[in-house]
């Protein structure tokens, strides 16, 4: 029977042909392994021919009783094994091909091992196609096999039968067989691939894992959970995690009721006494949607977490006396303040103290004698706290009552009558007995919504109307609403016609590099050039801009003319630098912000990279918003800066997630580095942290050169302050540019 032969077996025969290869003359092959050879092949193909070997066997029992002999090669084409029929098997070791030969066309001429090595398809070679004649009896059929994943050659697998049994049906089995093997190797290779990268990941993660079957009986405790747990593995593994008082619960849930846990903070005591804190996730697994287990891991953050307390105590606490500071009776306002404002009316009351005489004090016996007098005088003021009472020294001689959640007001007078009843007696301190009395000033905080500057001015003015009347006394607040509201209304007028008007005006601070002194960048500081009033600087008219929404629009006018002039500056040949931009609270949760800003750095062709956003901390508070909306700004290239660090929502967890670039310590830690060995601390911490985290350090309001050398000292990486330049006009600035460079 005529058969069209392929082109590529054609030419293989034409080949063999010129060369002169007689095909009336038995081929051998000329090349074979030694047995150790042999050996140490079959080996490293173990597995290998353990799955070639089972599909093949699957293959002949399938065709039990057809004389079938199946030779299988690796990728060079070495013989490693001949199943099947053992006539056919006989006859071929008689010509010399047995297991360890080396099938080669130059040897053996047109031959299935090689053609099938050589083409990604199954090939056959039926009768004549072979090139000798003894093999035009014989129908052969061959295909290579390949690790799937990277089209790496194996070997291959060929069909040897007399050629009355020829059937292109053997063809497609062969293709089944192969594509069997190619599957099962290939799950083979990725079941060890992912048993060793779990035996990594187990030994080498730096979080503690715990695996459970579907019944919460423990399967895997690695390491890390051992040391995080103080538990040895064998007292936990086939035991019920159920029984776990740290985990035990969470695990019950996730296997009852397929909950999942993440970032939940534990805190407990370990075996050895030690107070641990960590962050737990714990989910269940499925296998082809059925529940098979629940997986749990633990990352240890004790150090962190502890770090974090530190600092936080350190920022709003006072060092002398140990009561809070400035900073955390104002978070505590602030808290109060937005808790009205959603309609939670609350009873509040501040108690401003200053104490009588105290500078003739401090300046006669000296600060030592001074402040253990402070010391004796918070003993007193504690003894006067109620339920629901704070207490804080926020200042010199100065301390506050923040009295909340009380039933009326003539409690507000029990307390400043109990205050000043504990100045009463003298004060003893290394012996010496001082006198003095203590002025105090009250605001009861409004109907109306009042910032906390505005309730502790109120408070601030009330003590110095009872230091006038004679002192040693309580003086109450009164507020004129009316005249309020309407200078409220006036600059509000004021502040829109500004707008309109174009009054606003930008003043540039320079901010250098600590190391080289070179100019590195500019903060725009808005003013308003008031047509009666002169130049108004923004303490005076953002809380009204706050309250009216006009902040929006205004900080839109800031980022647009601060990116014209920076641009304005390149296109006239300057270095090109960045320009620090103040977003306010409202500004940073409109919803347009990025598309707003996409469209200014497209109008003025100012690139991104030369554009600084400062954040405030608050604007953490809704961690899922701010984090999507600081991320699209990086996606801009746009800088994000956390301004006056320190003074509001300081938490280590957004430091770490949020992509920020730089962090400016406030200017109030910075003024206090001279004379406070806490703010010297604080300051420390923050360029520690900030550095660990990969940000720079922006040190803002530095007036001297102790304060400059300090912050040298510790590795502050820029500086911004008047003892460089105050704030200047884009005039002024541009004179000065060249000089800066």
């Not at 065709?63 to 006989?90: A, C, F, N, R, W």
């Not at 280590?652 to 580095?673: G, H, Q």
Request: contains cysteine; charged residues 25%; aromatic residues 10%.
């Amino acid at each position: 029977m005529n058969r069209k032969e392929p082109e590529y077996i054609a030419e293989s025969k034409e080949r063999y042909r010129e060369k002169g290869m007689d095909p009336n003359v038995i081929p051998a092959p000329k090349k074979f392994l030694t047995e150790e050879e042999l050996s140490k092949k079959r080996k490293s193909y173990r597995e290998i021919l353990s799955v070639v070997s089972f599909f093949s066997n699957k293959l002949l029992d399938s065709l039990k009783g057809t004389p079938i002999l199946v030779v299988i090669s690796d990728s060079d084409g070495y013989l490693l094994d001949l199943v099947g029929d053992e006539t056919i098997k006989s006859t071929v070791e008689n010509f010399g091909i047995k297991v360890g030969s080396l099938f080669t066309q130059e040897d053996t001429g047109t031959n299935v091992v090689s053609l099938a090595l050589q083409h990604k398809e199954p090939i056959s070679l039926i009768g004549e196609n072979h090139y000798h004649t003894f093999l035009h009896e014989v129908a052969c059929y061959g295909a290579a096999f390949h690790y799937t994943d990277e089209d790496n050659l194996l070997g291959s697998i060929c069909l040897m039968l007399p050629i009355t049994f020829e059937n292109s049906l053997f063809l497609t089995m062969l293709s089944q067989v192969v594509d069997s093997i190619e599957r099962e190797l290939l799950l083979r290779k990725q079941n060890k691939k992912l048993n060793i990268l779990n035996q990594i990941m187990l030994s080498k993660t730096r979080n503690g894992i715990i695996i459970t079957d579907k019944n919460g009986i423990t399967i895997e405790f690695n390491g890390v959970a051992q040391k995080i747990l103080n538990q040895s593995r064998r007292s936990i593994i086939g035991k019920k995690i159920f029984n776990s008082h740290t985990t035990g619960d969470y695990f019950k849930l996730v296997l009852e009721k397929q909950v999942k846990f993440e970032n939940e903070e534990l805190k407990f005591t370990n075996d050895r006494g030690e107070q641990i804190v960590c962050l737990f996730d714990a989910q269940p697994i499925y296998e082809e949607g059925v529940l098979i287990g629940a997986f749990g891991q633990f990352r240890d953050i004790t150090e962190r977490f502890l770090m974090e307390e530190k600092y936080n105590y350190l920022a709003y606490h006072d060092d002398l006396t140990d009561l809070p500071n400035r900073r955390y009776i104002k978070k505590e306002m602030e808290t109060i303040i937005k808790s009205n404002k959603v309609g939670n009316k609350r009873n509040v009351a501040i108690l401003l103290l200053d104490l009588d005489r105290f500078k003739v004090i401090n300046d006669t016996f000296g600060h030592s004698k001074a402040d253990l007098l402070l010391v004796e005088v918070t003993k007193r003021l504690l003894a006067c706290l109620g339920k629901n009472d704070k207490l804080a020294r926020i200042g010199g001689d100065e301390f506050i009552f923040l009295l909340k959640d009380y039933h009326d007001n003539d409690y507000v007078t029990e307390v400043a009558n109990r205050i000043l009843a504990q100045f009463k007696l003298p004060f003893t301190v290394d012996a010496h007995e001082f006198h003095t009395t203590v002025s105090i000033g009250i605001a009861v905080y409004p109907d109306q919504i009042l910032s906390v500057e505005s309730f502790m001015i109120q408070a601030d003015n009330a003590m110095y109307e009872a230091k006038t009347k004679g002192k040693n006394r309580y003086a109450f607040y009164s507020l004129d609403k009316l005249n309020h509201s309407i200078e409220s209304w006036k600059m509000e007028t004021d502040l829109r016609n500004a707008l309109e008007k174009d009054e606003f005006i930008l003043h540039y601070q320079p901010q250098f590099c600590n190391k080289s002194g070179s100019i590195i960048g500019v903060e725009a500081l808005i003013r308003w050039n008031h047509p009666k009033h002169g130049l108004i600087y923004p303490d005076k008219f953002i809380r009204i801009s706050e309250e009216t929404g006009l902040i929006t629009e205004i900080g839109e006018w800031v980022i647009k003319q601060a990116c014209i002039q920076n641009k304005q500056w390149q296109d006239e040949g300057g270095k090109p630098i960045k320009v620090a931009v103040n977003l306010s609270t409202q500004q940073f949760f409109r919803p347009n912000l990025v598309v707003f800003l996409k469209e200014v750095l497209e109008q003025t062709k100012l690139d991104p990279e030369y554009l600084v956003l400062e954040i405030t901390e608050s604007m953490a508070v809704d961690f899922d918003y701010s984090i999507k909306v600081l991320r699209e700004l990086k996606d801009l290239g746009i800088g994000i800066s956390i301004d006056d660090f320190g003074t509001g929502y300081s938490s280590l967890n957004y430091l770490k997630k949020f992509p920020l670039d730089y962090l400016k310590i406030d200017r109030t830690f910075v003024r206090d580095i001279m004379n406070d060995d806490n703010a010297v601390n604080i300051v420390k911490t923050i360029i520690t942290l900030a550095h660990n985290l990969n940000l720079k350090v922006i040190g803002e309001g530095v007036e001297t050169e102790e304060q400059l050398k300090l912050l040298k000292e510790y590795n502050c990486d820029n500086i911004q302050g008047f003892l460089f330049s105050k704030p200047v006009p884009a005039e002024e600035f541009r004179e000065n540019l060249r000089s800066l460079f």
